[in-house]
């Protein structure tokens, strides 16, 4: 215990040094003495302590791990085992909150990168229409010449009237205008597409980077799993024979074999609940990875997207075979959610973008961070009407069901639905 306190001391006293130290980058990125480039540097400085300071708490954590799935369950006090299920509870909440966050950072870098391929394509699309319009006006000038003095007069000798000859000369003009226009707006396509390019190399290296960093989050997160199951079978087996201890006393101390039942059975309790988790996990496997990247489709009504238009599908239907007729809402663009944050949460730019979700009523998500604005969740309706309670047929339906399809609850909202129960 000493040691352990050693070690936490020696974080704090790292935390606050580093802390003291980012307190500074941030006032010098504040003030106006700093220029861009060292400004690029002091930030790169401070991310660099940010991730040096949870490597160091990651590193701690693994180390309580180990050392409470070294404590022997057979023989240990009662509260020695309490706390090392704790702690290797504890550890596992922390990777899945780890796997979570690289999952979020995947997606963010999935959306990136299909924000800029489709904003590629729009760019080079544009590229084609001016190219033929280029091409169209060289056909013009093949046909009828492009040399301006030459032409005017051409057009003047050939003309009716001087009125005429006016008229051709301003036509040749304008001509020239789109010519020079055009060009222009070529270079600027040109340039644009080298820039998107550039922009999509790095997106997709930051997509793979944060691939390969959720694989290993998610290897992390199987190894604490691993350890904390190894555990709770060894105390199993120790509950098993201190319950057995616990009868063959019962006729000798009641009060000894009673004291022995209740710890026994608060051990069930922590026993069953990591159980319950881990059944959780195993059914959320087996659902395929939703990455929220792509198209917006209608699946029933519903408009959803198309990566998880599959599997809203089948949900519906086998709500349906089951008697429940469900509909609802699902995506909704970015200028939706901003009207949504005006009437929920205030009219002021503060309160639309940076006000915390749950001080608004209902609570709110920022723009941007609403599963609905990337046609991951859906707000169920049954018959028509929305599902605000969760005593009807419908919410325990879907609360049976829904996660075989992928789909979770967010608590506070009986009808709203998504991949992540955000």
């Given at each position: 215990?000493?040691?352990?306190?050693?070690?936490?001391?020696?974080?704090?006293?790292?935390?606050?040094?580093?802390?003291?130290?980012?307190?500074?980058?941030?006032?010098?990125?504040?003030?106006?003495?700093?220029?861009?480039?060292e400004?690029?540097?002091?930030?790169r400085?401070?991310?660099?302590?940010?991730?040096?300071?949870?490597?160091e708490?990651?590193?701690?954590?693994?180390?309580?791990?180990?050392?409470?799935?070294?404590?022997?369950?057979?023989t240990?006090e009662?509260?020695?085992?309490?706390?090392?299920?704790?702690?290797?509870?504890?550890?596992?909440?922390a990777?899945?909150q780890?796997?979570?966050?690289?999952k979020q950072?995947?997606?963010?870098?999935a959306?990136?990168?299909?924000?800029?391929?489709?904003?590629?394509?729009?760019?080079?699309?544009?590229?084609?229409?001016?190219?033929?319009?280029?091409?169209d006006?060289?056909?013009g000038?093949?046909?009828?010449?492009?040399?301006?003095?030459?032409s005017?007069?051409?057009?003047?000798?050939?003309?009716?009237?001087?009125?005429?000859?006016?008229?051709?000369?301003?036509?040749?003009?304008?001509?020239i205008?789109?010519?020079?226009?055009?060009?222009?707006?070529?270079?600027?396509?040109?340039d644009d597409l080298?820039?998107?390019?550039?922009?999509?190399?790095?997106?997709?290296?930051?997509a793979?980077?944060?691939?390969?960093?959720?694989?290993?989050?998610?290897?992390?997160?199987?190894?604490?799993?691993e350890?904390?199951?190894?555990?709770?079978?060894?105390?199993?087996?120790?509950?098993?024979?201190?319950?057995?201890?616990?009868?063959?006393?019962?006729?000798?101390?009641?009060?000894?074999?009673?004291?022995?039942?209740?710890?026994?059975?608060?051990?069930?309790?922590?026993?069953?609940?990591?159980a319950?988790?881990?059944?959780?996990?195993?059914?959320?496997?087996?659902?395929?990875?939703?990455?929220?990247?792509?198209?917006?489709?209608?699946?029933?009504?519903?408009?959803?997207?198309?990566?998880?238009?599959?599997?809203?599908?089948?949900?519906?239907?086998?709500?349906?075979?089951?008697?429940?007729?469900?509909?609802?809402?699902g995506?909704?663009?970015?200028?939706?959610?901003?009207?949504?944050?005006?009437?929920?949460c205030?009219?002021?730019?503060?309160?639309?973008?940076n006000?915390?979700?749950?001080?608004?009523?209902?609570?709110t998500?920022?723009?941007?961070?609403?599963?609905?604005?990337?046609?991951?969740?859906?707000?169920?309706?049954?018959?028509?009407r929305?599902i605000?309670?969760?005593?009807?047929?419908?919410?325990?339906?879907?609360?049976?069901n829904?996660?075989?399809?992928?789909?979770?609850?967010?608590?506070?909202?009986?009808?709203?639905?998504?991949?992540?129960?955000?």
């Open positions: 215990m000493t040691t352990d306190r050693h070690e936490r001391h020696a974080l704090f006293a790292r935390r606050a040094f580093a802390l003291t130290g980012l307190l500074t980058v941030a006032l010098l990125l504040g003030s106006g003495n700093v220029r861009a480039d400004k690029d540097d002091l930030k400085e401070a991310e660099a302590e940010i991730d040096q300071l949870r490597q708490r990651k590193e701690l954590e693994i180390a309580r791990a180990v050392q409470a799935a070294a404590v022997d369950a057979t240990a009662f509260e020695d085992i309490t706390a090392a299920l704790d702690t290797l509870n504890a550890h596992v909440t990777a899945e780890r796997v979570e966050a690289a950072a995947v997606d963010d870098a959306l990136a990168l299909d924000s800029i391929e489709q904003q590629e394509t729009f760019v080079q699309d544009e590229k084609v229409l001016v190219e033929e319009g280029l091409q006006l060289a056909v000038w093949y046909v009828n010449g492009r040399d301006t003095e030459s005017t007069t051409l057009t003047a000798i050939d003309a009716e009237s001087p009125t005429e000859a006016a008229v051709k000369a301003a036509l040749f003009k304008v001509r205008g789109q010519e020079v226009n055009l060009v222009d707006r070529l270079h600027e396509l040109t080298s820039f998107i390019s550039d922009n999509r190399a790095r997106a997709l290296k930051e793979t980077g944060r691939g390969v960093a959720l694989e290993l989050t998610l290897a992390e997160l199987e190894a604490a799993r350890i904390q199951q190894t555990f709770a079978i060894e105390v199993e087996e120790r509950l098993d024979a201190r319950l057995a201890e616990a009868s063959a006393l019962a006729a000798v101390d009641s009060e000894l074999a009673q004291r022995i039942r209740n710890e026994q059975n608060q051990l069930a309790v922590k026993l069953r609940e990591i319950r988790k881990e059944e959780l996990a195993r059914r959320a496997a087996l659902v395929p990875r939703i990455v929220g990247t792509g198209e917006i489709v209608s699946v029933g009504g519903v408009r959803v997207h198309r990566s998880i238009s599959d599997n809203v599908l089948e949900l519906l239907k086998a709500a349906r075979a089951d008697g429940i007729v469900l509909g609802g809402g995506y909704r663009s970015s200028t939706s959610q901003i009207a949504l944050r005006r009437a929920h205030g009219p002021s730019d503060y309160e639309v973008y006000k915390p979700a749950a001080t608004c009523r209902p609570p998500a920022r723009p941007g961070h609403s599963m609905h604005e990337r046609g991951l969740a859906i707000d169920f309706t049954a018959d028509g929305a605000v309670n969760r005593n009807t047929a419908a919410f325990r339906w879907l609360a049976n829904a996660s075989k399809y992928g789909f979770y609850n967010l608590p506070s909202e009986p009808w709203h639905w998504s991949t992540n129960g955000r």
